[in-house]
């Protein structure tokens, strides 16, 4: 393997949720003991890096997104040399470690805001966005809360409101003070320091907001039953000028260090999103590519397209990434199917780019259901349609109560999916055909594969409507995917007298050499063959 990549190019990111993977200590809430415990496990299926949501102290109004001490552990996770044996023990494994790092806001419990909130002269005044009530009273302009209602909340003693764009109690910093961004690069040095490999970086698109607070304007398309805050166009809240000035910063700071990686959840349009990038590849290094999540209909076409439009709008030497899903968005089995979700792996873990997992993909974890009562999350308060509770279930790791996520007798904080008797890793280990099985053996295939890890990308043309059939190719070496999105047996002709040897089907049962002019595929089956150059 050539060594002018990164590892962020060439390896494979797993997101661990660290609420919902292992409680070692038996309060139903998992902790970094029991995610070190599981280190193993994650060696054993083959991925390269651990990305952490938030492990920071906070009173868990958006679940670690609402911190109040960005240089800490939460006492429910651990202690700060639970981090340190953490990060040692997955070093110790060539496993590199991923910080959720949120820059938009704070918990309003932080003492910053509890300063900035005590009066209007107080030094840390401005590092929030105070603004007075508007003529009538009311906030100061039509900014919505992405988790509802108004943007603005009144402070009665001092008279003015401040912005959250998230919950009431996730204030938004304001990133134009020059104090505020030095502090939070104090934060990100603390980590770098302590060895972590870098950081995925929060809601980044927000960051910075319009400086007159025009009003947004309201979208057209909006229909009751929509997400609430698609009723305004974000327009004054998102992507906003200056911006790159701080990526570049960030980014900066970053290669001060050796080897450390920036991952951007920006949520943007496709052509907005390459921007961050950098124009010299200067500012995030994966902008995480979220066009699967929201992909309208799950079918080859639609699936070629977005491929091949992605590829074509990364700028030159921008290095691509893909997700199925996350903690925040339905989970890629409960979207797609069980049979579907075998081929979302291939696809994931064969396209050209950093493949992104989230925790259970690999054992086929579903969305679980759960009465509104039963919900936590902020954003269910109002609107259960968008819980995302369904996403976050503990971590299914046996067929004994409570899918050995939290010691017998302890309630976890979410409920166990119903499935977790057959869909677990230890049932899924001794059934050679498991999701889990094909998982980790396209791991050890792309490990492998130069061409897989750093080859080129090319659809192939072929007849049948419901194949997608792409080409990877480094050098000498060349990969070739057929992936059969239907339920029906289907028949990929390549103009081509060659044959290609099998290196894996989704069905785990068929190897060997097969003619490219007729490639027999089965309902949801899809393969990866070797073929020559
Ligand atoms: C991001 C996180 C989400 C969180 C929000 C506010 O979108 O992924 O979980 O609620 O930011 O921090």
């Known amino acids: 393997m ?14 661990i949720y660290p609420r919902s993977f292992l409680d070692s200590n038996g309060d139903g809430i998992g902790d970094l003991p029991g995610i070190t415990s599981k280190l193993d496990y994650l060696r054993w299926l083959g991925v390269d890096a651990l990305w952490l949501s938030p492990i920071y102290p906070s009173p868990m109004a958006d679940f670690g997104y609402d911190i109040t001490d960005y240089t800490n552990v939460h006492p429910l996770f651990g202690t700060l040399k639970d981090l340190d044996t953490f990060l040692h023990e997955a070093h110790q494994r060539d496993l590199k470690v991923i910080l959720d790092f949120v820059p938009n806001h704070t918990s309003d419990e932080h003492p910053w805001f509890q300063q900035s909130r005590e009066s209007r002269t107080n030094d840390k005044r401005g590092w929030y966005i105070w603004r007075d009530p508007a003529d009538d009273g009311g906030p100061p302009n039509n900014w919505q809360s992405r988790f509802g209602g108004s943007a603005w909340t009144f402070d009665q003693p001092s008279g003015q409101y401040y912005l959250h764009l998230y919950d009431v109690k996730q204030p938004d910093l304001n990133w134009r003070n020059p104090q505020v961004r030095q502090a939070m690069y104090t934060n990100m040095r603390f980590w770098l320091e302590r060895g972590v490999d870098g950081f995925r970086v929060d809601a980044l698109e927000v960051l910075l907001k319009d400086e007159q607070f025009r009003d947004n304007p309201l979208n057209p398309a909006w229909k009751p039953g929509d997400p609430p805050r698609r009723r305004l166009i974000e327009h004054y809240i998102v992507d906003q000028p200056g911006m790159h000035d701080i990526m570049q910063e960030m980014r900066a700071l970053t290669e001060t260090y050796d080897q450390r990686v920036l991952i951007g959840e920006l949520a943007l349009p496709v052509e907005r999103l390459m921007s961050y990038y950098g124009e010299q590849l200067d500012e995030i290094h994966l902008p995480f590519n979220f066009q699967f999540v929201h992909l309208p209909t799950w079918e080859a076409h639609a699936i070629r397209q977005t491929v091949e439009g992605y590829e074509a709008a990364l700028p030159e030497g921008a290095w691509p990434n893909w997700v199925l899903g996350n903690h925040d968005m339905s989970r890629i089995a409960t979207r797609v199917g069980r049979e579907q979700a075998r081929l979302t ?13 989230y925790y259970g993909e690999e054992l086929g974890m579903q969305n679980i259901t759960l009465a509104h009562e039963e919900m936590q999350d902020p954003l269910a308060r109002e609107h259960p349609e968008y819980s995302r509770d369904p996403v976050r279930s503990p971590m299914q790791w046996d067929g004994s109560a409570h899918a050995g996520f939290s010691p017998a007798g302890m309630k976890p904080w979410l409920p166990v999916a119903t499935d977790y008797q057959i869909s677990n890793v230890a049932a899924e280990q001794q059934d050679p055909r498991s999701i889990l099985m094909l998982t980790r053996a396209l791991l050890a295939v792309r490990r492998s594969s130069d061409a897989l890890t750093l080859g080129s990308y090319q659809s192939v043309e072929q007849e049948s409507a419901t194949c997608f059939v792409y ?46 002019s007729a490639m027999h595929l089965r309902g949801n089956e899809g393969i990866l063959l070797e073929v020559e150059a």
């Open 2 to 15: 050539t060594h002018s990549h990164s590892w962020w190019q060439t390896g494979v990111i797993y997101q």
């Open 345 to 357: 792996q291939m696809l994931l873990l064969t396209l050209r780019g950093t493949p992104i997992c």
């Open 471 to 516: 080409q990877r190719q480094y050098v000498h070496q060349c990969c070739l995917v057929a992936l059969n999105f239907s339920a029906q047996d289907q028949v990929v002709t390549l103009p081509s007298q060659r044959q290609g040897r099998i290196l894996l089907s989704t069905h785990l049962d068929r190897e060997g050499l097969i003619p490219l």
